[in-house]
Every structure is written in structure tokens, then in C-alpha cells.
């Protein structure tokens, strides 16, 4: 009897504790619920600005503005680059900063197998870069480590005769190891930093900067109506030296296009595609193939096309197909090109955008064709070739008076310059001549050293 009133009084209490301790489990597991779901709040009020920005920067998306490429700011860094030490000390140790930009194209699995030391204020840098212009999750590098593909192959050394110091020696570098040591950090591949969104450029795919190192930046080849962080104040003031084109942007100026004295002598002597005294059937052809410019390209080929019935073998627009046994990008593409569109007396040479210093390749083919170029692009077209070599076709108020001028106009005038330029080549152009030294010299040229 004893034994079973303990078993009841045993039971009882088991339960109590059994209902006590579901009780607080299930208490528990209410209360961490709540804790890590997120809970229904209240719309965000209006922020209370205490002072107004007025950084146009902040305003203005540099991507949707036509102009920006024409209104470019005038900075210049006066004090060049500044070094501490004495003159020949030692060579100028320039580390040339270059990412391939066609990083979508390498095989990173590949290349991650051979790995070479990066000092530890890289490695941001590459976290960044696996990141952004690789995005493969599966690629990864261990900690102080990123793929030998990004080193080059060997120093390149030399001296340049500077106006300031005489001889200076130089060593360029691309030795990640050694980054730390250089003495100029010389950027040529700007294109990879552009983003659509504020402040238009990716900074952390910009290297780190030591106290002692000096920044050099070269952009060339390239229209700022594509890459406008380029000619953003904000971007240009990171850096100690500007080179390259557009030239008035540059500290450096670069011609857009570089033309030497040889190429001058090839283009006098290049005679008229169709015969001046004869009506031509076919008056134009041309070749585009980014069908995506930033200007009224698209517009003026196909009323060209409509028209005047112009023959257009690009990808653009096109309503003609090359010969047979003409392959695109083949070995002698560049002549064969050149051999079909010589047989029209006028071809389009019209730029991917009309920004001012942006003169590319396009007008001097069809010159070395003996074509008459119809040019569309930089205003300032005319300190990159010869006078009355062309016509501009933001000069009429509409295509069908562009073709009405093609039709009529004596084209003889256009062949005139040959004459004066023969006699004498400096007046071929006012800036398109190639005269600035190898990259290496122009920065040597603009060491400051400070003992």
C-alpha cells in the first residue's frame, strides 16, 4: 500500500515536470521565432536635410548627358610628381598597373593553379577583381596569393634624356611582389573601372596608395562619351599626372590618332578613287559595324542608304556583301577593305560619338583610299587633317542637302591640299603629329625630386 501511494505521488510529479518544462520549451521557441522574424514596421519617414548638396556630381549622371564629353574640366596637377630623394639615386621604378579587360575570355580555373605572392595591400584589390570581372564563386586564391597570369614576363628598363635632370634611368615593372616599392603607379586600363552607378567608377579596383607613390593615368583610343568617369573632377584629382587624349583634358596631351611623317608621304601620293571628270553610278560606301553609337550615326546611314543609294558592307544597315574570297579579318583584311570602298568617290567616316579630341582611324582610311571623307564626329576635326581634305556633315541642315552638295560639288577641291602638304608636311594637321616620347619618358620628364 505504501509502495503504490510513492508510485502515485512519483507520477504525479513527473508530469508536473513534463508539462513545466513543454511549457517552457515551447515559450522558448516563441520567443527566438520572434526574435529572427523580421516583424512588420512602419514606412520609412522623410529624412530632414540640415544642408543642401551642391556637388553637381551628385545631380548628374554623367552616362545620360550628350555633352559631357565636351565640356571637359581643366585640372591640371602643377606639381607634378614629386619624389624624395636624389636625382640618380636609383633607376624610377614605374609599376605599370594593367588588368586584362578581356577577363572573360581566360580560362580562370586554369590559371589559378600557378599562384604568385601579392603583398597584403593587394589583397583587397584581388578579392575585388575575383569579384567583379571574374564572378565565378568556384575561383578562389589563398590569402597572399593571386594567379602569376596577371605578372609580366620581365622588367623592361631604359633611360630618357629630361629636361631637368639629364639622364634618368627607369625600370618598369608588373612584379606584384615588388609593388610596394615603386616609385610611379602607371595606369593604362581605365575602361575596366566604369560603372552605371555612383560615382560611375569601381575604387576598388584601383590599387592602394602608399605615401611615397605617385599616380599616373593614360587613356587613349577610347571616346569619354563611353567611359565619362574619365573626365569626372572627382576621378582625375586621384591621380598626380594625367596623359593621353582627348589633349584637353590631359596634363600629357596624346594625339587621339598619332600620324607620322611616313604615313604623311603615303597619303599625299594616294590618287583619287574614281576619276574626277567622270559622273559616278555608286557614290558612297562605307563600313560600321557597332551598331550602338552615342550620336546620330544610325540616323545618317540609312537615309544615306535611302537616298543616295550608298552601299554599306557592315554589319550596320548593310546592303552589299564583299567579292569572294575576301574574308573578314582575315590576313589582308585592311587591304582588302580598302581595295573594295577605294571604288566609290565618297565613303562615311563617321565616329561612335561626337566628343571633342576623339579622332579615330576612320577618316585617315578613307583618305588612304583616295575616297573624299563625309565625316560626323569631333568639332575640332580640323586640327587632326588637312584643310579642305573632307566634308562635315554636322555643316548641313539635313541628309538631303548633304547628298545634293555630293552630287554637284567639284571634287577636285578636295584633292588640293596633296599640293601645299607635299611641299611642306608640318601642315597636314595642327595636333594630330606623333611627337611625344614612349610613355616611360613622358613621366620621367615630370619628376619633381625632392632631397
Keep these: 500500500m505504501l509502495?503504490?501511494?510513492?508510485?502515485?505521488?512519483?507520477?504525479?510529479?513527473?508530469?508536473?515536470?513534463?508539462?513545466?518544462?513543454?511549457?517552457?520549451?515551447?515559450?522558448?521557441?516563441?520567443?527566438?521565432?520572434?526574435?529572427?522574424?523580421?516583424?512588420?514596421?512602419?514606412?520609412?519617414?522623410?529624412?530632414?536635410?540640415?544642408?543642401?548638396?551642391?556637388?553637381?556630381?551628385?545631380k548628374r549622371n554623367p552616362h545620360h548627358d550628350v555633352n559631357h564629353c565636351n565640356n571637359l574640366p581643366n585640372i591640371r596637377h602643377l606639381r607634378g610628381l614629386q619624389i624624395s630623394r636624389a636625382a640618380k639615386e636609383k633607376p624610377i621604378k614605374i609599376f605599370h598597373w594593367e588588368q586584362t579587360t578581356w577577363s572573360g575570355q581566360v580560362d580562370w580555373k586554369k590559371e589559378s593553379l600557378t599562384l604568385c605572392p601579392i603583398p597584403l595591400d593587394l589583397q583587397p584589390f584581388f578579392d575585388?577583381?575575383?569579384?567583379?570581372?571574374?564572378?565565378?564563386?568556384?575561383?578562389?586564391?589563398?590569402?597572399?596569393?593571386?594567379?602569376?597570369?596577371?605578372?609580366?614576363?620581365?622588367?623592361?628598363?631604359?633611360?630618357?634624356?629630361?629636361?631637368?635632370?639629364?639622364?634618368?634611368?627607369?625600370?618598369?615593372?608588373?612584379?606584384?611582389?615588388?609593388?610596394?616599392?615603386?616609385?610611379?603607379?602607371?595606369?593604362?586600363?581605365?575602361?575596366?573601372?566604369?560603372?552605371?552607378?555612383?560615382?560611375?567608377?569601381?575604387?576598388?579596383?584601383?590599387?592602394?596608395?602608399?605615401?611615397?607613390?605617385?599616380?599616373?593615368?593614360?587613356?587613349?583610343?577610347?571616346?569619354?562619351?563611353?567611359?565619362?568617369h574619365v573626365a569626372m573632377p572627382e576621378f582625375i584629382r586621384r591621380f598626380d599626372l594625367t596623359m593621353g587624349s582627348p589633349p584637353q583634358l590631359m596634363d600629357v596631351p596624346y594625339s587621339p590618332y598619332r600620324v607620322s611623317n611616313e604615313m604623311i608621304r603615303e597619303l599625299v601620293n594616294v590618287a583619287p578613287s574614281f576619276p574626277?571628270?567622270?559622273?559616278?553610278?555608286?557614290?558612297?560606301?562605307?563600313?560600321?559595324?557597332?551598331?550602338?553609337?552615342?550620336?546620330?550615326?544610325?540616323?545618317?546611314?540609312?537615309?544615306?542608304?535611302?537616298?543616295?543609294?550608298?552601299?554599306?558592307?557592315?554589319?550596320?544597315?548593310?546592303?552589299?556583301?564583299?567579292?569572294?574570297?575576301?574574308?573578314?579579318?582575315g590576313l589582308n583584311w585592311e587591304e582588302d577593305k580598302k581595295k573594295v570602298l577605294s571604288k566609290y568617290p565618297f565613303s562615311l567616316a563617321a565616329e561612335n560619338s561626337n566628343c571633342v579630341g576623339y579622332v579615330t582611324e576612320k577618316i585617315y582610311d578613307v583618305l588612304a583610299m583616295g575616297s573624299i571623307p563625309v565625316y560626323m564626329g569631333a568639332s575640332d576635326i580640323a586640327d587632326y587633317v588637312p584643310e579642305g581634305s573632307y566634308i562635315l556633315a554636322q555643316d548641313f541642315k539635313s541628309t538631303e542637302a548633304l547628298v545634293e552638295y555630293i552630287k554637284t560639288v567639284d571634287r577636285s577641291q578636295f584633292y588640293k591640299w596633296k599640293e601645299v602638304v607635299k611641299k611642306d608636311p608640318s601642315q597636314f594637321c595642327k595636333r594630330c603629329m606623333d611627337t611625344n616620347n614612349d610613355y616611360a619618358c613622358s613621366i620621367l620628364n615630370n619628376v619633381n625630386f625632392i632631397e
Aim: glycine content about 4%; overall charge negative; charged content about 20%.
Design 276 to 329: 574626277l571628270d567622270k559622273t559616278p553610278e555608286d557614290y558612297m560606301g562605307f563600313l560600321v559595324s557597332n551598331c550602338s553609337p552615342l550620336n546620330d550615326r544610325n540616323k545618317i546611314m540609312d537615309e544615306l542608304v535611302d537616298k543616295i543609294g550608298a552601299h554599306s558592307y557592315g554589319i550596320c544597315y548593310r546592303n552589299k556583301e564583299f567579292p569572294e574570297g575576301i574574308e573578314k579579318n
Design 3 to 58: 509502495v503504490r501511494n510513492i508510485a502515485q505521488v512519483f507520477s504525479k510529479k513527473v508530469i508536473i515536470v513534463t508539462v513545466i518544462t513543454l511549457f517552457v520549451g515551447v515559450t522558448l521557441l516563441e520567443f527566438y521565432s520572434l526574435k529572427e522574424t523580421p516583424q512588420p514596421s512602419s514606412p520609412q519617414l522623410p529624412a530632414t536635410h540640415l544642408h543642401e548638396n551642391t556637388d553637381r556630381a551628385v
Design 128 to 228: 575585388r577583381y575575383r569579384i567583379a570581372r571574374i564572378g565565378d564563386p568556384t575561383i578562389k586564391w589563398e590569402t597572399g596569393y593571386a594567379p602569376c597570369y596577371f605578372w609580366r614576363p620581365a622588367d623592361r628598363t631604359g633611360s630618357c634624356n629630361t629636361k631637368a635632370y639629364g639622364n634618368l634611368d627607369f625600370v618598369v615593372t608588373s612584379n606584384y611582389s615588388d609593388f610596394i616599392d615603386a616609385d610611379v603607379i602607371y595606369m593604362n586600363n581605365l575602361i575596366i573601372l566604369r560603372t552605371q552607378e555612383p560615382p560611375y567608377y569601381d575604387s576598388q579596383l584601383l590599387p592602394p596608395k602608399t605615401n611615397q607613390q605617385r599616380w599616373v593615368s593614360f587613356f587613349e583610343g577610347e571616346s569619354v562619351a563611353y567611359f565619362p
